[in-house]
């Protein structure tokens, strides 16, 4: 039997140097171009009637790509904060933002503190951004986490304790990119998430593209270890 239509799509957004690069652009005009498609691509996730999308935006591990490079990244969040929490306000998307906040810059935070806040409210779906985000850092830390408690917990209560509580598990998981791994994202989440590879760069990774990736995701039986 085909599936519905997935509630949760999480995106390993991999590509946008590359993308720059063939082009001979800087990596910069590669960022800016993912950013863009990650506003259409996330509002078009929306529309299709998902009601969670995660996009990996920023690893623990990419933390250590030269300072010109992270600044960067750092301006283009400070933009999309600025200018799309309204948006997002307007459309009922209630934003939530994981990974590790103390590797950021303060002002960021600031801007991100502010953007969950204002569209708490929202009720037509919650957008999650992994910025500063390592799956094996989120599993550690709900461990430490478990381990302040003082006693056991269950798989359900360990799964509140992940940056991701209240979140239901990715269904499908997409890469672009061409690369064939999860690079450290959702870890524990993806455990059984149907995965998506493609080789399109993410900036291009269009509308079109993602009704593929929705069409293969139909196609799916989906027996979590079951007959």
């Not at 993308?19 to 863009?36: S, V, Y």
């Not at 969950?116 to 929202?122: L, N, Y």
Request: with cysteine.
């Amino acid at each position: 039997m085909p599936n519905d239509l997935p509630r949760h799509i999480a995106v390993i957004m991999d590509g946008n140097g590359r993308w720059a690069k063939k082009r001979l652009l800087p990596r910069a005009a590669g960022h800016r171009a993912g950013m863009n498609r990650m506003i259409g691509l996330a509002e078009h996730i929306f529309d299709r009637g998902v009601k969670y999308c995660t996009l990996f935006a920023l690893s623990t591990e990419n933390l250590s790509r030269p300072k010109e490079e992270l600044d960067g990244l750092y301006a283009l969040f400070r933009e999309y904060f600025m200018r799309n929490v309204d948006t997002l306000c307007k459309k009922s998307i209630a934003l939530r933002v994981i990974g590790d906040r103390t590797l950021l810059p303060a002002d960021v935070v600031a801007l991100i503190e502010e953007g969950e806040r204002r569209t708490a409210d929202g009720t037509r779906g919650t957008l999650l951004l992994a910025i500063g985000y390592g799956g094996r850092q989120d599993i550690l830390s709900a461990v430490n986490t478990a381990v302040r408690g003082g006693k056991e917990v269950t798989q359900e209560e360990f799964v509140a304790l992940l940056s991701t509580g209240g979140v239901p598990d990715p269904d499908l998981l997409i890469r672009t990119g061409k690369e064939l791994r999860l690079s450290n994202f959702l870890l524990w989440q993806a455990a059984y998430s149907e995965l998506y590879f493609t080789d399109v760069l993410f900036p291009d990774f269009s509308d079109a593209e993602l009704d593929r990736a929705l069409a293969a995701y139909a196609d799916r039986e989906r027996r979590f270890g079951k007959v």
